[in-house]
């Protein structure tokens, strides 16, 4: 245990010395410009791939329309949202891929190495090769290092510190590595205590602000609630020639013959978006949609289920859909995957009858986007509902349903994709219309332009 600590925190200490030697010799220049208003410059720090960041995305765009200076900082790994790429006030800084961990080297070998190269990355783009801010607004998780540079990055350079709390990072490692791992212990003690350290802080339920106030955390900040609302790119469509046109454009080649019998509802559409990682069990669906082709409902409403996004347990699951289908598991159901772009996505969650979300809350506090985004379209969703904040956005009977196993997932799709639930999956539709009204520019300037000095 001992010897794991040293090899962690370190490099942390050596780094902070080094830092700190740094600046007593090449001091970063302070923040000067404008507090509030027109022309405030503000860094947006994403620890991960831009283009799969919604809601720092959207962060980035509400600040340059209200007129302030924007640095977003991220990996490149996939295309970053369309309004980022063609706005004059924001400006994209890639970071450099970490470095990628040798089979033959341990994990909590290798561990440090990746840090330190993220601390050198980070330090040295926040202080010296960008100007200073008035805000440096950071996505949580992930924690290490981020909460660690930003807050000495911030205290150097007279810039406020705005923390985005969207989940916690120690849990999101306690779902892989067990709740006892030494390592797990370490980053909840690592987060609870720099997690203090922001001037202002930003929770994506009220029950995470809650948490945030209590013990071991025992943030006294100032804190607030900014429920994630869909873009205006994810909106309902009017059914007919456009919902044929978006389907024959975004269902892969071999999938396009079944378009007039998805047209026509006799073949249900069913969406998911899926991080294809442990903490969404893609089993539940699987198992559910083997449980729904066993039924005789199948024979009447076939169902084309299409699963979006990129993960580690892709290829996993793919294997396992392909044998369920070659053994005949799966009649009347077909499962196709893809990974479309963020335009053609927010158009085929319009077009779908039913969303799933696997996504199981590793705080019990955090709620998932994609939830959000279908509403936006005007789509009911079947949602995992195992967590405290669920009730935050699903209200079971008027905009979704929820489940914790497979056979409830597989109750609720025979349910509202049989001709008999046409009833209820049309309320349903009406109350995700309804929920996906209130969109991300009414939350954002309510709630975090006031903070950020853009709005009285």
Known sequence: MASILVALIGPLVLTGLALLVTYLVLGPSKYGGPSSGKGVVVHVLVLGDIGRSPRMTYHALSIAKHGGKVNLIGYLETTPHPSLLSSPSITLHPLPPSPTRPPSIPFLLFAPIKVLHQLFCLFTLLSYRLPPSQWLLVQNPPSIPTLFIASIVCRLRSTKLLIDWHNYGWTILASTRGSRHPLVYIAKLYECLFGRLGDHNLTVTHAMARQLRLPPYSIRGPMTAVHDRPSEVFKPMWWGKARQDVLDRVLPEDQKGMVPSIMAGTTRLIVSSTSWTP?????????????????????????????????????????????????????????????LPFEDYAKLLACADLGVCLHMSSSGVDLPMKV????????????????????????????????????????????????EGGGELEVLRKGAVREGKRRWDEEWDEKVAKIMGFAA
């Open 279 to 339: 903490d969404e069990d893609f089993s539940i669906l699987l198992d559910a949609l083997v449980a729904y082709a066993a039924d005789p409902v199948s024979e009447t409403c076939p169902v084309l289920a299409v699963i979006t996004g990129k993960g580690p347990l892709k290829d996993m699951y793919l294997a396992q859909i392909a044998e369920l289908t070659k053994s005949g598991q799966l009649p009347n159901v077909r499962i196709v995957t893809a990974f």
């Open 372 to 419: 959000v985004d279908m509403f936006g379209a005007g789509l009911p969703v079947a949602a995992y509902c195992g967590y405290e904040s669920f009730g935050e956005l699903v209200k079971e009977g008027v905009n979704g349903r929820g489940f914790e196993s497979y056979g409830e997932l597989a109750i609720i799709l025979r349910t509202l994709l049989s001709p």
